[in-house]
T-cell receptor, first 111, second 112 residues
Framework: DAGVTQSPTHLIKTRGQQVTLRCSPK?????VSWYQQALGQGPQFIFQ???????QRGNFPDRFSGHQFPNYSSELNVNALLLGDSALYLC??????????FGPGTRLTVT | QQQVKQSPQSLIVQKGGIPIINCAYE??????FPWYQQFPGKGPALLIA?????SEKKEGRFTISFNKSAKQFSLHIMDSQPGDSATYFC???????????FGPGTRLSVLP
């Protein structure tokens, strides 16, 4: 049973560019959340998707947007990249009634 | 109120020792408290979790102690091993389906 998968593993972008990160949830999970983890810090909640709609949102600007597809997979889009957006982006899935499972993350470097 | 505080920032113990990591929260709406273990280059993995209706939970070598009145909880690792060297995060959420608030993490090193 595959866990949460994310792509790509690593990504290097230039300031001002746009990036799309992808996530496939664990089998049987219908809720997907995205977290940003800066180096040496704990994950911070970006937003959560359920039934293809954004259900909750953390304290992140509108440059961060997402989407959930009918097969529950999800994308995170970040526009107008800033140096401060460099981080590990974690996707987490859950069946909505128990703890979340994290993917391995996508390491984004903005230069 | 959404913050979860965690200490110490780093911890070094000898093999067989019992490292203890402490967390505190303010939001009384939190009702699910998991601990995650993260190795370099990997995503966090759930270790053990507790709800505030119990004061202690054990799973293998890992124990959570929970003090609802003090709004504090802690992780104890019994008979620690070098393979336990990782960063540990406490977290809290008001409901399974809600977002998780994470502590800043504790980097544990277990010396052989």
């Amino acid at each position: 049973d595959a866990g949460v998968t994310q792509s790509p593993t690593h990504l290097i972008k230039t300031r001002g560019q746009q990036v799309t990160l992808r996530c496939s949830p664990k089998s049987g999970h219908d809720t997907v959340s995205w977290y940003q983890q800066a180096l040496g810090q704990g994950p911070q909640f970006i937003f959560q998707y359920y039934e293809e709609e954004e259900r909750q949102r953390g304290n992140f600007p509108d440059r961060f947007s997402g989407h959930q597809f009918p097969n529950y997979s999800s994308e995170l889009n970040v526009n107008a990249l800033l140096l401060g957006d460099s981080a590990l982006y974690l996707c987490a899935s859950s069946p909505g009634t128990s703890g979340i499972s994290f993917g391995p993350g996508t390491r984004l470097t903005v230069t | 109120q959404q913050q979860v505080k965690q200490s110490p920032q780093s911890l070094i113990v000898q093999k067989g020792g019992i490292p203890i990591i402490n967390c505190a929260y303010e939001n009384t709406a939190f009702d699910y408290f998991p601990w995650y273990q993260q190795f370099p280059g990997k995503g966090p993995a759930l270790l053990i979790a507790i709800r505030p209706d119990v004061s202690e939970k054990k799973e293998g070598r890992f124990t959570i102690s929970f003090n609802k009145s003090a709004k504090q909880f802690s992780l104890h690792i019994m008979d620690s091993q070098p393979g336990d060297s990782a960063t540990y995060f406490c977290a809290a959420t008001p409901h399974y389906g809600q977002n998780f608030v994470f502590g800043p993490g504790t980097r544990l090193s277990v010396l052989p």
